[in-house]
T-cell receptor, first 114, second 116 residues
Framework: KAGVTQTPRYLIKTRGQQVTLSCSPI?????VSWYQQTPGQGLQFLFE???????NKGNFPGRFSGRQFSNSRSEMNVSTLELGDSALYLC?????????????FGSGTRLTVV | AQKITQTQPGMFVQEKEAVTLDCTYD???????LFWYKQPSSGEMIFLIY??????QNATEGRYSLNFQKARKSANLVISASQLGDSAMYFC?????????????FGTGTRLKVLA
């Protein structure tokens, strides 16, 4: 079956712009989480959606937002981009919120802010 | 304080040998879960193994096993018979908190290089 699909794979944006990243989870997975990965900070949790509702949020400013659609696809939006937002953004899905089978991650979107 | 600590930034192992990647954690929860993920250079994180805090047996999945020592709060990953394809970053992660509001915390990772 298809894995978690993230689009686009690479993105270059200018400071001050906004960006929208997309994630299509594995079919049937209702939980979608987003992580930011940087060399300095490692993997940091952004937010989690389950059945179109944000259930958990990490410690990121309000410029970072997201949503989940009825088909479980999720989008993440970053407004007023800063240089420090350059990172690999990973989306992960799981069958339910309490899965012991771990997440299935996508290959990520590498965002570069110049 | 770090909740998940991986003290080995990089490790080398000879092909076909076993290697242990260290992970210690810190939580006051009685119920929690521990995970290991592999991240090859392609970027995709791959789930390897899970250990629940109440599981008495160490988890095993093929060549992967988790050496769980609850009193020491350690959850080391053991890879037996290393293969060249095992070269990657490895992350230890902990799931804690009440069911329904779990939080996942990842360690900083260990880069493993398997030598031919």
């Amino acid at each position: 079956k298809a894995g978690v699909t993230q689009t686009p794979r690479y993105l270059i944006k200018t400071r001050g712009q906004q960006v929208t990243l997309s994630c299509s989870p594995i079919s049937g997975h209702r939980s979608v989480s987003w992580y930011q990965q940087t060399p300095g900070q490692g993997l940091q949790f952004l937010f989690e959606y389950f059945s179109e509702t944000q259930r958990n949020k990490g410690n990121f400013p309000g410029r970072f937002s997201g949503r989940q659609f009825s088909n479980s696809r999720s989008e993440m939006n970053v407004s007023t981009l800063e240089l420090g937002d350059s990172a690999l953004y990973l989306c992960a899905s799981s069958l339910d919120r309490d899965s012991n089978y771990g997440y299935t991650f996508g290959s990520g979107t590498r965002l570069t802010v110049v | 304080a770090q909740k998940i600590t991986q003290t080995q930034p990089g490790m080398f192992v000879q092909e076909k040998e076993a290697v242990t990647l260290d992970c210690t954690y810190d939580t006051s929860d009685q119920s929690y879960g521990l995970f290991w993920y592999k991240q090859p250079s392609s970027g995709e994180m791959i789930f390897l193994i899970y250990q629940g805090s109440y599981d008495e047996q160490n988890a095993t999945e093929g060549r992967y096993s988790l050496n769980f020592q609850k009193a020491r709060k350690s959850a080391n990953l053991v890879i037996s018979a290393s293969q060249l394809g095992d070269s990657a970053m490895y992350f230890c992660a902990m799931r804690e908190g009440p069911s329904g509001t779990y939080k996942y915390i990842f360690g900083t990772g260990t880069r493993l290089k398997v030598l031919a």
